[in-house]
C-alpha cells in the first residue's frame, strides 16, 4: 500500500472523508430535524381549531338550524309558524307556561304547555263558563283511561299523565276547540298542579306570525 493512498484517504486527525465538518446528517437532506412531525403537529392545531369554531357556530344557531322556522316549540314538519304570544282556540296561552310546543299542518294548530293557570285559559277561551264545577259533562269527557296517554301525532313534548279530561268547545270564530288536561290522580275536582294541557284548533289568519328573522327568539 503506497504512501500517496493512504494520505489522499485520511485527513491528519485519521478521520475519513465525509465525517467532518463539512458532511451532511440525514435531518439536513429532508430539511430541519423534526420538520415532518412538526407540520403534521400544526394541521392538527388547525384541525382542532376550525372543530371547535364550527362546534360553536352549530351551538349558537341551533335553534335555527335544527326547527322549523327557528322557533324551538315548533315541532318538525310544521307547515305554518305561530307568533310569539300564541293564542290558542280564542285565548292566548297561560304567561309563564313551560314546555311550550306546537305543531301545525293544513290549517290545524295542537299546542302543548305546561301550567298552574289552566282553569283561567279555560275561562279566557270561552271553554268553561266563570263558576262551573271543572269536571261538569255538559262540556267536557273522561279521556281513555292510563298512566300515560301519548301526544297526537307529530306533536313533540311529553306524555299527559292520566288520568285526564277533555274539554270539546267552539271558538269565538266558529271554530271547533278541544282542550285535553291532566287530572289530579288524588283530588278529584281538581288539576295536577301544574298540569299539562294539549290544545287542537282550527287556525285562522290572526293566529299565524310571520316569519321571524334569523337570530335568537325571545321564547328559545
Request: with cysteine; glycine share 14%; proline share 7%.
Amino acid at each position: 500500500m503506497s504512501d500517496s493512498w493512504s494520505a489522499g484517504s485520511r485527513t491528519s486527525g485519521g478521520e475519513r472523508p465525509g465525517d467532518g465538518e463539512g458532511a451532511l446528517s440525514s435531518g439536513d437532506v429532508s430539511g430541519a430535524p423534526g420538520g415532518g412531525s412538526g407540520l403534521r403537529r400544526v394541521l392538527v392545531t388547525v384541525v382542532l381549531v376550525l372543530a371547535v369554531l364550527a362546534g360553536g357556530i352549530v351551538w349558537l344557531f341551533r335553534d335555527e338550524l335544527f326547527h322549523p322556522f327557528g322557533d324551538a316549540r315548533a315541532c318538525e314538519g310544521s307547515d305554518a309558524e305561530l307568533p310569539g304570544e300564541i293564542r290558542a282556540g280564542g285565548a292566548t296561552i297561560p304567561a309563564g307556561a313551560s314546555d311550550v310546543h306546537y305543531f301545525t299542518r293544513n290549517g290545524t294548530a295542537e299546542v302543548t304547555f305546561v301550567s298552574g293557570r289552566i282553569p283561567d285559559y279555560l275561562h279566557r277561551a270561552g271553554i268553561l263558563p266563570e263558576g262551573e264545577p271543572l269536571f261538569d259533562e255538559r262540556y267536557g269527557t273522561k279521556a281513555v283511561a292510563g298512566d300515560e296517554i301519548e301526544l297526537p301525532d307529530g306533536l313533540c313534548g311529553s306524555a299527559l299523565r292520566g288520568p285526564v279530561w277533555i274539554y270539546h268547545s267552539t271558538s269565538p270564530t266558529g271554530t271547533s276547540v278541544d282542550v285535553m288536561v291532566e287530572r289530579s290522580p288524588l283530588v278529584d275536582d281538581s288539576f295536577r298542579f301544574p298540569a299539562r294541557a294539549v290544545v287542537t284548533y282550527d287556525l285562522v289568519s290572526a293566529d299565524v306570525g310571520a316569519v321571524e328573522p334569523v337570530g335568537r327568539t325571545p321564547w328559545s
